[in-house]
């Protein structure tokens, strides 16, 4: 019978896991291409709003479900399929926008950012207040009912737009914007880059007689033709739209792999067995700590996405920049976490959740630039192994095994799984964890100095330009 329970829930949480990874995909893939031109952003919104889902749920069994698991496994099961068939009409590719100074679209992130941030102000609030306090029936339904509004709070601007559209802008003159090689500028493949105007482009620029016109048009056909044959042969270049098969051979994938790898893969250590750290630390209530974890993961991937969009169009700054200097800042917080200090174990909790935030939010448009749109999905979901992967070998086997060890000295004889106290319960878990984020800075000094031509290409004009297509802007 036992055996028949279990394999049920492995079924059931195969099942869930799988339709969330589902959902996460395609609404994240549908919205970074329909806006290509502001792919921090859109990934840190739509990774921000997975951070607090889990406050939006405590919120919601507190207010509504009167804490009944029956009535929450009713609601998963039913309600949210039924939301995301109402709803899945919305989420369909559309136009992108391609005007580089949009005021109206900047001024609608600026408002889902801000709308977003209040939320997880409140609900970090709520959530502190519901557990440290008893609320009456009537506060818990205000609180669940106020977090309803602010959840919906930016479909303000789908009905704005709907009631008051916008008048179309009268037509500027265009310009073609050239088509460059990412790989001409980035150092190695310099031989492979072969420019496609040579001197014909400056003899028709300069203009001749029809003759010597039609001759340079021909050859100009020819280079171009020669040039797309190479290309074939030898596939896309970084910036260019790769298939998930062209992705996996390049180093750069697999570098951006490693550094993702170093921040998230320790960060999911600390944040599986944030509980027994703060247990061993000596804080009394866990729940705070698993909430500010939560609201500053949150306000990482906000941060994250806008901070980093900001620089790139700038300063032309990699955005992998931002996964070094957070994986800095993750040394000295594990640690800070290894002095097992009651007194640091919130400061420690508040940069982890910053610092692991961010590096969701840089990884994701990171995959888009490096390796375009077209297996998108695919690349940003292989990137999500390193999830599984750091909590199997820095949380299972590492930190699980010196929890049990140090337990088992503390409470000799006693077969059954005890609490571990002091700091030699995790201190050994975090010096690893900070020796393996020092190795992942060391590669990300190597990878940004790789991709930094490529940024350099990219985002030349101040605002994202695909290598290979000829855009006009206004």
Not at 236 to 251: H, I
């Amino acid at each position: 019978m036992l055996y028949a329970l279990s394999f049920q829930l492995w079924i059931a949480l195969c099942i869930g896991t799988n339709s969330s990874a589902w959902l996460g995909t395609a609404a994240l893939v549908t919205n970074m291409r329909n806006f290509p031109l502001s792919r921090g952003t859109v990934a840190g919104l739509i990774k921000g709003y997975v951070a607090v889902s889990a406050a939006v749920y405590t919120e919601t069994f507190n207010g509504m479900l009167q804490n009944s698991p029956a009535n929450l496994l009713l609601l998963l099961a039913l309600g949210i399929p039924t939301a995301c068939i109402v709803v899945m009409y919305f989420v369909r590719p559309c136009t992108p926008s391609l005007d580089e100074d949009n005021a109206t679209e900047h001024s609608h992130f600026v408002f889902t950012q801000i709308s977003s941030v209040v939320l997880g102000v409140y609900l970090m609030v709520a959530t502190i207040l519901g557990d440290t306090l008893k609320l009456s029936a009537t506060i818990t339904y205000l609180l669940f009912g106020i977090m309803i509004v602010l959840l919906l709070s930016p479909l303000a601007i789908p009905i704005k737009m709907t009631l008051y559209p916008s008048k179309p802008k009268g037509e500027k003159a265009s310009t073609i914007v050239p088509s460059y090689s990412t790989d001409s500028l980035s150092g190695a493949d310099q031989e492979n880059s072969e420019p496609l105007l040579r001197g014909s482009s400056r003899t028709l620029l300069n203009g001749t007689n029809d003759s010597d016109e039609a001759t340079d048009v021909d050859l100009l056909l020819a280079e171009g033709e020669g040039a797309v044959n190479l290309k074939k042969r030898r596939g896309p270049r970084r910036g260019d739209d790769f298939t998930f098969g062209e992705a996996l051979v390049k180093a750069d994938f697999w570098l951006l792999f490693i550094v993702y790898f170093c921040g998230v893969g320790t960060g999911v250590t600390a944040l599986n067995n944030l509980a027994q750290i703060g247990i061993a630390a000596g804080a009394n209530d866990t729940t705070i700590l698993l909430c500010l974890f939560g609201f500053c993961n949150f306000v990482g991937r906000i941060l994250g996405g806008s901070v980093s969009e900001y620089f790139v169009r700038s300063r032309m700054l990699p955005r992998p920049f931002w996964m070094m200097c957070t994986q800095v800042i993750m040394v000295v917080t594990f640690l800070l976490f290894a002095t097992g200090l009651h007194s640091l174990i919130y400061v420690s909790t508040t940069l982890l959740g910053i610092c692991y935030g961010v590096q969701f939010a840089v990884m994701i448009p990171t995959v888009s630039e490096l390796f375009g749109l077209k297996d998108f999905g695919l690349m940003y979901n292989f990137m999500l192994l390193v999830n599984p992967l750091g909590a199997f070998f820095f949380s299972a086997l590492l930190a699980g095994y010196i929890y049990d060890k140090e337990a088992a000295k503390q409470h000799p004889g006693v077969l059954e799984a005890s609490n571990c106290f002091g700091p030699d319960c995790f201190r050994v878990t975090f010096y690893v964890c900070a020796m393996v984020c020092c190795c992942g800075i060391l590669v990300s000094v190597f990878f940004i100095a790789r991709i930094k031509p490529v940024y350099q290409m990219l985002y030349a004009s101040g605002s994202f330009r695909h290598p290979r297509h000829h855009q006009l802007l206004h």
